[in-house]
Structure formats: structure tokens, C-alpha cells
């Protein structure tokens, strides 16, 4: 009876998360469709979209739960699938809740370290600092009497998360095989990854190593810094970590800025924030102004780094190529770049993809200073732009978009006059410099000179083994897989069907043949044996018919990643 309600329960909650899916789908959520391009749809369909208000849509996902506010968060990194006006609201989001009982949270505190509090923490306060969907932080001072905050998870949230990814896996799929939507955004690609990051974002051990590492990488950067974990009091549902106290980046008052200039504290962050990415290929993926405090000693904190993505050294090599050239005006090589990042679906349109991001970047490179466009918005719009002309764009390339735009909006908090894209511009030379220098060590050297002397010294003899095989006729080409690819499965399929057809065709024939006997034993009138053969051959043809309708798929759209 259990399992049976659980059964029930998992049902129960598929169709609460599909019946919220189809309430949105002709706003072009999840598809990236812009009211303005909406002339194609029924008019009912149209009334349905203008009616589905960005609000409604944030407190459905609100009133869903935990999963479905961190979906909100993540699709507000995606202007590929959600429109401008949707994306705004996504923003505003809010991940506050009633806080859990303070029985709840020693409970979960003592399970996991396997003492109790009074035994490691001096003080303990009741009251939380924060409390969010996933998780609440509470003051605490340990038996030494140093301040810090400890990170506890919600009890049960894993089991309901578990349970909701599972149901949008299956969605997922079943999207990505049935709709042309689902084939051009593969929804099963994005919410495995999204799985991933979230279940790691689960595991506080992970944002404890994130903690230090970011450290570590912050040591050039003296006004920036992240708390630092106490590894002694920490597992996987608990955090805990030095004590940071501050104010917002936004709460700044007029008498400090007044005493004291905050642009070298903007600057800090920015270049500290693209190292990250273009050095260490690592991105926070939310840093926005209330995840950084101001300290009294005039330092940046940064907090909350549960979700960080990691971008591989090839594609990190491209998205400074991609944000270079855009800060230099270079259009044609931006959209370049862009391609060769993503994947070309079937019906991408490059002429107009690098005609409108010429465009693009043009307008972008004519303003400098205050006046200067965002770098952020720059890339969501090429983004944006891909989905409209079929290009499918990496994740990393949005996330990096949305990274910039709210940094963009810690340092103008800062400091209201910076000139942001003198700054991105200035540090991005000097990443490829350092790059160019690396490239060209005497280490780096040695090693590529003495691949140089292999292949030479390997090339004759292998040459002349070539030469000597197409002398004497003995040069094979071998092509291996064949026999399992998917061109001989369809193949036996057709060969199948092609059989099958024909059976049933000879046993209609041979059942109308056998009408004619005017003996033997009779089945509803007809002759026994003209009866079971027919009803044969109907059962073959109603079982290919089927067959083909549910099994058959569309071929799959011609897609290309990598450079062309």
C-alpha cells in the first residue's frame, strides 16, 4: 500500500508539473518565442499568451517548490528559451520562506556531526540570519569563541527534489522525441545538467572546496575574498564557515561613499571575476549584489557559492576569443566565434546570424564610457540571436551573460561613474598576453620541439610502408561498425516489413481462395480455415500499422557543432 501511495503520490505530481508547463506554452516559455514574432499562432493561442502575465508565471514557480524556484534562477541565465519580459520577472524571483522550527535545525545539525551542539558551539543563536528554499544560516560561536555561520540543509528536501527531477527527465524526453521544440532546445540536455548542478549545490562538502578554492584564486586580489570553511564541522547537509559581517554592495550609505572612493573595490571585482572564468574556468553562477558584502575594512565578501559552473580549457579559450573581439568591434569575428561554440541545426541561417551580430557589435563598439552598452546584455542578445537563426549556443555562453550583467550592476552600485567596458577591455589584454607568454615558455617549447623530432623521425619509414603496400596492391581501407549502425537496423527494418507485408498479403489472398470450399467445418458462416487465415493476416497488418506509427520516429534534424 505504500509503494502504491508513493506511486500515486510521484503521478500526482508529473501531472502538477505538466498541467504548469502546458499553462505557459504558447508565451514561449521554454521555447525562446518573442510576443513580437507571435503573428504565426491561432488567435486563441495568441489570447493565451498575452494572457499569461510574467507575474502569474514567477508565483506558479514560487508555489512549486524548492526545485521550481531554482529552475526560475537557472532559466533567468537563458534568453535562448524565455522571452525578455519573462526573463525580467525570473529575476525578481524570490527564494524566502518560513524558516524551519529550531528543533528541526539541531536536529539535522547533531545528525550529521554526530555530537551535541552544546559539545562545539559555544553559542547557538535560534533565530536564523537567512532562510531560503534549500536551506537557513544561523550565528553560532564555536567552543574558542570565534563567530561563524552554519549552513543547514532543510530535512527532506532531497527526496522531493529527487522525485521532481525525475519527473522532468521523463518530460524532458518525452518533449525532446514528440515536439520540434524539444529537438531544437534538447530539454533532456538541459535538465540533466541542471540536475548535476543542483544535486552538487545539495552537497555542501562541494561549496565548502569551492569556498577554499576560490580563495586560493582570489590571492592577487587583496580586496576580495570568500569565507573560509571549518572542514572539522562540516558534512553533507551542514556548512559551516567563518563569520562575514557587512553590508549590501546596494546598501551603501551617502557618508561612506563620500569618505571613501569605492572604484578600485569595482574594479577588484570585475577582474577578479573574469579570471575566474578565463583563467581558472570556474563561473559563479550567481553573483548578484546581494551575494557580495562591503566589510569594515573596506573588503568585497562573496557569498554563496553552492552553484559554480566549470567551463573546459577549449571552450574557455573561445569565450575569450568571443569577448574580445567584441569589445574590440570585431562583428565577423564574433559571430564566428558563436558558431563554432554551438551547435548549427538544420535550418540555421549563418548570412543572417553574422549580418545582425555585425550589426550587433557595431552599435555596442560606438558608445564608451558611462554611455557604454553592457557587455552582459551584449551576450544575451548574441544569444538570443542564435535561437532565432538555429544556432544552438552552449549554456556556459548565457551563464557568462548573465555573470557579467550583474556584476555590471555590483560596480556601477559601487560606482556609479565606472567605466565598465574600459575595464573588461584593459583585462582581457592582459589575459591574452600572460596566454601569449605561456604559449611561448621554454618549457611549452621543449615539449612541442620534441614532438617536431618524433613525427620527423618517424615520418620516412612510415611513408615508405605506405608506398610499399600501394605497390604491390596490398592497401586496405578498412570501415569498421558498419554491421551496428543505425543504417543496417533500418535496413533489416524495411526488410522486416517488406516480409511481413507480403505474409499477410498471401494469407488475404489465400483466405479469399478458400471462401469458395463448400465443405468441411464453418466459423460464423465462412470456412473454418478462410476464417483463421484471414483473422491471421488482419492481426499481422493491424500489428505493422501500429507498429509504424509508434515506434517510427522522425529522422533526426542534421545538427553541427565545433568549427565549420
Request: proline share 5%.
Amino acid at each position: 500500500m505504500a509503494m502504491t501511495g508513493q506511486v500515486e503520490s510521484g503521478l500526482a505530481r508529473a501531472a502538477q508539473i505538466l498541467n504548469f508547463l502546458l499553462r505557459y506554452r504558447n508565451a514561449g516559455i521554454f521555447t525562446g518565442l518573442d510576443m513580437d514574432d507571435a503573428a504565426g499562432l491561432a488567435p486563441d493561442a495568441l489570447e493565451d499568451a498575452t494572457d499569461a502575465k510574467p507575474e502569474a508565471f514567477v508565483k506558479d514557480l514560487e508555489a512549486l517548490g524548492p526545485t521550481f524556484i531554482k529552475i526560475g534562477q537557472a532559466l533567468s541565465t537563458r534568453p535562448d528559451m524565455v522571452p525578455p519580459a519573462y526573463l525580467a520577472a525570473l529575476e525578481r524571483i524570490q527564494d524566502d520562506v518560513e524558516p524551519i522550527t529550531i528543533g528541526d535545525v539541531r536536529a539535522v545539525v547533531e545528525e550529521e556531526l554526530g555530537v551535541r551542539i552544546s559539545s562545539v558551539f559555544q553559542t547557538f543563536d535560534d533565530a536564523p540570519l537567512g532562510s531560503a528554499s534549500l536551506a537557513q544560516v544561523h550565528r553560532a560561536t564555536l567552543r574558542d569563541g570565534r563567530p561563524v555561520a552554519v549552513k543547514v540543509q532543510r530535512p527532506g528536501i532531497v527526496d522531493r527534489i529527487h522525485a521532481d527531477l525525475d519527473a522532468l527527465a521523463s518530460i524532458a524526453d518525452k518533449a525532446d522525441r514528440w515536439t520540434d521544440a524539444g529537438r531544437r532546445a534538447r530539454f533532456s540536455d538541459w535538465v540533466y545538467e541542471f540536475r548535476k548542478a543542483l544535486l552538487s549545490e545539495l552537497d555542501y562538502r562541494s561549496e565548502a572546496e569551492n569556498l577554499e578554492r576560490f580563495n586560493s584564486h582570489f590571492e592577487d586580489y587583496p580586496a576580495l575574498f570568500v569565507p573560509l570553511p571549518i572542514w572539522d564541522l562540516t558534512r553533507k547537509r551542514v556548512l559551516t564557515m567563518t563569520l562575514v559581517q557587512g553590508v549590501k554592495v546596494t546598501a551603501i550609505g551617502g557618508l561612506r561613499r563620500t569618505e571613501q572612493d569605492m572604484s578600485p573595490l569595482a574594479t577588484a571585482v570585475m577582474r577578479g571575476y573574469l579570471d575566474q572564468v578565463f583563467v581558472h574556468g570556474e563561473i559563479h553562477a550567481d553573483p548578484h549584489p546581494g551575494n557580495l558584502l562591503v566589510t569594515d575594512d573596506d573588503r568585497i565578501a562573496l557569498l554563496d557559492l553552492g552553484m559554480v559552473a566549470h567551463v573546459p580549457p577549449r571552450q574557455r579559450e573561445r569565450l575569450l576569443k568571443l569577448l574580445f573581439a567584441a569589445v574590440d568591434g570585431r562583428g565577423e569575428e564574433v559571430a564566428n566565434e558563436a558558431i563554432g561554440l554551438g551547435t548549427r541545426l538544420e535550418d540555421f541561417d549563418e548570412t543572417r546570424y553574422t549580418r545582425e551580430v555585425s550589426q550587433l557589435v557595431a552599435r555596442y563598439a560606438a558608445r564608451s564610457g558611462a554611455r557604454s552598452q553592457s557587455e552582459g546584455r551584449l551576450v544575451l542578445e548574441l544569444v538570443m540571436l542564435a535561437s532565432a537563426c538555429g544556432l544552438r549556443t552552449p549554456p556556459e555562453l548565457s551563464l557568462l551573460g548573465k555573470t557579467l550583467l550583474n556584476l555590471e550592476a555590483v560596480c556601477r552600485a559601487l560606482d556609479p561613474e565606472i567605466d565598465v567596458k574600459r575595464i573588461v577591455e584593459d583585462h582581457l589584454e592582459k589575459i591574452m598576453h600572460q596566454r601569449l607568454k605561456r604559449a611561448f615558455s621554454p618549457a611549452r617549447l621543449a615539449s612541442e620541439a620534441m614532438e617536431l623530432q618524433a613525427l620527423v623521425r618517424e615520418a620516412p619509414a612510415k611513408l615508405s610502408d605506405i608506398l610499399s603496400l600501394a605497390a604491390d596492391n596490398r592497401l586496405q581501407v578498412r570501415l569498421a561498425g558498419l554491421e551496428d549502425s543505425p543504417l543496417m537496423e533500418n535496413l533489416q527494418k524495411i526488410a522486416n516489413r517488406i516480409s511481413t507485408g507480403i505474409i499477410t498479403a498471401s494469407l488475404i489472398l489465400a483466405s479469399a481462395m478458400l471462401m469458395r470450399l463448400e465443405g468441411g467445418p464453418r466459423l460464423f458462416g465462412y470456412p473454418a480455415l478462410a476464417a483463421v487465415l484471414f483473422t491471421i493476416a488482419a492481426t499481422l497488418g493491424l500489428a505493422m500499422v501500429l507498429s509504424a506509427l509508434l515506434r517510427d520516429r522522425k529522422a533526426k534534424p542534421r545538427e553541427v557543432s565545433g568549427p565549420r
